[in-house]
């Protein structure tokens, strides 16, 4: 039995969903921990591309069991859409495969158009997808629960209680069109209906799985430099994306975790706005973006680019206490004659190794700069470390040795099978 967190190191959009989807093969639970629906994983499976919102990726393995925890704020009509084009692929999305917690707290329509209006005039680079004043409303203790949602008398009563504030708010603050109680409410309880067989006590679910000495694996989103309270706040997202997450989020003891797996890109990319140091502006830049795809999963919209930033990486790894990294979009790199990796912030005579608090001082600094030579051979096909170049072998080491923190895993490219495995992460520590 060995129990792995799964984390991205950097500003989201590390990889993560396929390296969830390449462990999950020896996991027998994999439980999705904070976040929304803001947050999007691609996997490519043979010629088939699946983008997932809410379910984790094991739920492309026969056999498994995906958990959606208390942590989770989850828009139903979302996961309604995604069972359903699972189902159309063929996938088992039964409530034997599918476990949604009973405490998650459930996006409502309100909270879809407050986000989307106030980042109209407030600029942070959310999703609009809600997520943020859904958890606003878990903080003030009015927030609507999946056990609610699938209570239809508790649902209207809760729903009596909050609709006038969120109409006041929506109607005179943000002018704009009332809501219909009564087509959410009617559509709210139906989705309910829908869900029911899927909700549950989560945390007892991983607890018997334990004891039965089963493998367990959690699925973090977005990343470390988006967390609410370590991330460049504001600019961050509305949950704790580090480590120790997974345990609140879950409901499941510290000291059950045995490894924690941080997703680190061999560059580095940014959603949104908000502090983003190395970003290239240049033609570099663009081809970073070109050949790593770098348009969001969820939003679609393109992702700032640049070169890797170890002041970041740094900091990742000292607040989720990484036992591994897992490398990925390697291969994007291959074609660069030099690549450069940011190894500290320079603010005058002051060298700047550690995040600083004051985003201010962003706007201030230079780059301290590594280069490394680069390779230009295309490595996707290769499946061993000794088989890949010997400049790109260098960068995998230098990033080791940076960072004081060994790769289980490095992917060469988009598919499953484009993966090259260094260590079994099941093994018992």
Request: glycine share 10%; with cysteine.
């Amino acid at each position: 039995m060995a129990n792995i967190v799964v984390v991205g190191t950097q500003w989201g959009d590390e990889g993560k969903g396929k390296i969830v989807d390449l462990l999950t093969d020896k996991s027998h639970l994999i439980i999705r921990f904070q976040g929304g629906n803001n947050a999007g994983h691609t996997l490519v499976v043979g010629d088939r591309k699946v983008v997932l919102h809410l379910i984790p990726s094991g739920i492309l393995h026969p056999g498994k069991i995906c958990v959606i925890g208390p942590g989770v704020v989850l828009d139903p009509e979302i996961l309604i859409e995604e069972i359903g084009a699972l189902k159309d692929k063929g996938y088992d999305v039964s409530p034997g495969c599918v476990a949604i917690s009973d405490r998650a707290h459930v996006i409502m329509p309100y909270h879809r158009i407050i986000d989307h209006a106030r980042d109209c005039t407030q600029g942070i680079g959310t999703t609009g997808r809600g997520i943020g004043p859904a958890y606003e409303d878990k903080a003030r203790r009015i927030g609507i629960r999946m056990i609610d949602l699938i209570n239809e008398a508790t649902l209207l009563k809760k729903l009596d209680a909050l609709f006038e504030e969120k109409q006041e708010y929506i109607t005179k603050i943000l002018k704009l069109k009332p809501l219909e109680k009564g087509e959410i409410a009617d559509n709210y309880c139906r989705m309910g209906s829908l869900l029911k067989p899927y909700v549950t006590d989560t945390s007892l679910l991983l607890d018997t799985a334990v004891r039965q000495g089963k493998h367990l694996l959690f699925e973090g989103a977005q990343g470390a430099n988006l967390d609410m309270d370590h991330g460049t706040y504001p600019y961050v997202t509305s949950s704790n994306t580090v480590a120790g997450q997974a345990c609140v989020g879950s409901g499941f003891g510290p000291t059950r975790i045995d490894r924690v797996l941080g997703i680190c890109k061999a560059y580095s990319t940014r959603v949104g706005s908000g502090p983003f140091p190395t970003e290239l502006s240049d033609d570099t830049g663009e081809r970073l973006r070109a050949f790593g795809g770098e348009y969001g999963a969820t939003t679609g919209r393109p992702r700032r680019c640049g070169w890797l930033d170890l002041v970041a990486l740094r900091y990742s790894v000292r607040l989720s206490a990484l036992s591994y990294l897992a490398i990925t979009k390697l291969d994007v790199l291959s074609g660069f004659e030099t690549i450069k990796v940011a190894t500290a912030y320079k603010a005058g005579d002051t060298v700047i190794e550690n995040m600083p608090a004051n985003l201010d001082a962003y706007g201030k600094v230079d780059l301290v700069y590594d280069e490394l030579p680069g390779w230009e051979e295309p490595i996707s096909q290769i499946r061993s470390l000794d088989g890949l170049p010997k400049n790109c072998r260098a960068y995998i080491s230098y990033m080791e040795d940076q960072l004081g923190v060994k790769a289980a895993i490095i992917s060469v490219g988009p598919k499953r099978e484009e993966t090259i495995v260094l260590k079994d992460l099941f093994e018992r520590p």
